[in-house]
C-alpha cells in the first residue's frame, strides 16, 4: 500500500510537470557527469596498476632493505634462493621473477654506451615484462643461454648493432677489478619509448653473477593474480611477503617504487572529487530552488493542512518524500545516457596518443603508458548513483521541509486587503 505521504507528493510533482521534469533533467545529467568523472579516475587507477605489473615492476618488489633510498646496484638480499622459494608458495602470486643489476658499459667498434646489465630468469621474466613478448628484430633469451643480450633499440641505435654483432661488456667486480665479456646481440626491444628503451639489457642471471662477483639476487619481482584495480588492494599482500623474507630485505608496493605515478594518481581522484562535489552542489542548488518554489506556491495549501490537524512531521515528510521520489527518477535518468556512454568507451577505449610528444610514447616515472585509455565500467556504477542521488536530493529537501513546517496557518490564509 502507498502511503498518504506519497500519494500526495506524487500529486505534487505531476501537477507542476514542467519544473519536475526540469530538475529530473539536472540532477540526472549532473549525476551522470559525476559517475563519468568517477569511471575516469577508477580507470586511470586500472591503468596504473596494469602499467606497473606489466612493466616490469609487478604489484610488489624484494629488494635489500634501504635499496629504495640508496638505488644501488651492487646491493644483494640475503638469503636470496629461501626468500624466492617463500614468495612462490604463496597461492596468490602469479609469477615471481628474480633478476641481478651490475652498471657497466657495452662496447662496439669505437662506439660505447653505459649500460645497467638486468641479469633475468628467461622462464619467468617475459611474464612480468610484457614488451619482451614482442621484439622487433631477433628473440628472447633462452633457459640456460649464456653469454647473449636482449638490447632495448635506444642502445642498438647509439651503438649501431645488429642481431648476431657481438658487443664487449666491461663492468667493475666486487673486487674492484675490471671484467669484461663478449655477448652476441640476439633480440632488440623498441616499446615506443627511449626512455625506456635505456633501461633494457637483459642477459643472463648467471652472467651477472659472473661479471660482478656477486652472488645472489638484486630484487625479486612479483605480480599477484586477481588483484583488481584498486591500487591500494596490495598493502594486505606486502606485510604478508614482508613477514616471509628475513632480515636484511624489504617489501616494496609499486606505490613505493613509483611515488610520482601515486601522487598523480591521489592528485587526480582529488580534482574528481571536487570537480564532482561542485557539480552535485550546483544541481542541490537548483533542486532545493524548485523544491523552496513549490513550497512557497502551496503556502496556503500547507496552511489548511495545518489548520485541520496536519502536523508538522507530516508536511516535512511530504516535501522530503517529494525530493526522494526526484532522486528515484534522477538515478533512473543518469543511469540511462551515463551507463551506456561509460560502457561503450571502457570497450573501445580513448585515444590520448595525441598527448605524446613527437612520435615518443608517453611514460610517467619510469612507467610506460598505454596510448588508449580505458574509463572503468562496472557494477559500482548503480550504488553510486543512487547515493549521489538521493544524498543530493535530501539535503536539497532539508530547508524547504523545515519552512513548510513552520507554516502559519493564520498567517498564511490572511487575505490582503
Known sequence: MISTSTRYALRSLTRNGRRTLLSLLGLGFGVGIALFALSWVR????????????????HLRVAPAGWNERHDESMRLTGSEH??????????????????????????????????LTGVDPRTEPQVFRYVRGLVEGRYLEPGERNAIVLGRAHSRRLHAAIGDELVVTVVSASGELESAIVTVVGIIETGSSVIDQTIAHVALEDVVTLSGREGFSEITIVARS?????????PMRREVQGLIGEGNEA?????????????????????????SIILLVVLLGVASAQLTSVLERRKEFAVLAAIGLRGATLVRIVVTESLLLGVGATLLALAWAMPLIRHLDEVGIDISAMYQGHERMAFAGVLIDPIFHPQFGSWIVPSAIVMSFVATLLASLYPAWFASRTDPATALRVDR
Open 227 to 235: 588483484l583488481g584495480t584498486d591500487p591500494e588492494a596490495v598493502q
Open 252 to 276: 616494496l608496493s609499486w606505490l613505493e617504487l613509483v611515488p610520482d605515478l601515486r601522487a598523480k594518481i591521489e592528485g587526480s581522484y582529488r580534482t574528481s572529487r571536487m570537480a564532482t
Open 43 to 58: 580507470g586511470l587507477e586500472r591503468m596504473s596498476v596494469e602499467a606497473a605489473a606489466g612493466g616490469g615492476l609487478g
Open 83 to 116: 626468500a624466492l622459494e617463500a614468495v612462490r608458495a604463496l597461492p596468490w602470486v602469479e609469477v615471481a621473477t628474480p633478476r641481478a643489476s651490475v652498471g657497466g658499459l657495452l662496447g662496439l667498434g669505437t662506439r660505447s654506451t653505459h649500460v645497467v
